[in-house]
């Protein structure tokens, strides 16, 4: 069954969304730190909703069958469980804490939304080589018993697999001079401080690699998981956009003379990372974010792509 993936909080002007996302999907743009959270409890609450639906009626005491609320101690819920892959666990927590989302704060003491945040593993890689290992070292114990130090073996098989910002594992920095506006957003005062750009010697195979091996792990959980449920992949990288160009070769190992010569056709050796990301998920699973100019609220996304997106 399709799933209807929200990547913002309900909001008036965006109640939900229409279309279910394509698995695996690429999604490119400017979202909010919480996106991932968001993404999270909306499948959650999707397949918890699919549970009671499917759950009989409890019997009444005449004897007649009456469908009854559960009590808040006792839940009816899926076994449906989340993996999010982020980079270091204090950036991630700067980001949310400076974006101060309302519905964060509104909504994250309510017991639904702190029951199912229970149900999300979160699992923090500051390089790289980080994530790759442990994409390849990640393993269910399928309810045996296993060593809370082993951070890559999960209780359950993840039905949903969100990767968040692997990119900016690939970037650095490059200074501009704006001054920051104090009522921008936490997104909006990276964005303005400064131009994300690929460091030296990063090339597309580097990137490439974790987006294969990343679809690998949903394959893997997929074909490994008793109840045969396929896992989901949904990667999101605000920090780029659709003009994001990643170099195809090394360049930073050759000599001087040689580098002076290949830095006249350096921007020729660049391909739009969209290219690649398309070879290895599919045409129709990438899609892009635009924030909306009619206003600053973050939930004024305009999302766009092919296929189901």
Known sequence: MDVPHALLPPSPSAPGPSHPLPSPAYIIGPLPPTTPLHLALNYLAFEDSQVCASSPPAPSRKGKEKATAPLPSEPI??????LILTGTKGDFQDCIERENERWIRDHGGIFDVM???KRVDMRYCPTPEHLQLYLTMVS???GRSRDQQECHQ?????SLIIVYDAAAMFLEERLVDEEPDDSESAMEQDRRQGKWQFKPGVCIH???NLLAAAKATANHFSC???SGKAARLVMLEPRLDLTATIPIHDLTGKGIDEEATARKTWEEKKVPI???????FGW???GTVKESAMSQDQNDYVVSGQGKI
């Open 77 to 82: 819920v899926a076994p449906s469980r989340v």
């Open 115 to 117: 029951h199912r945040l």
């Open 140 to 142: 269910s114990s399928f």
């Open 154 to 158: 999960l209780e359950k098989a993840p």
């Open 206 to 208: 580097d990137y490439l």
């Open 224 to 226: 490994s998981d008793p």
């Open 274 to 280: 969209l290219d690649g990301v398309r070879r290895v």
């Open 284 to 286: 129709s699973s990438v």
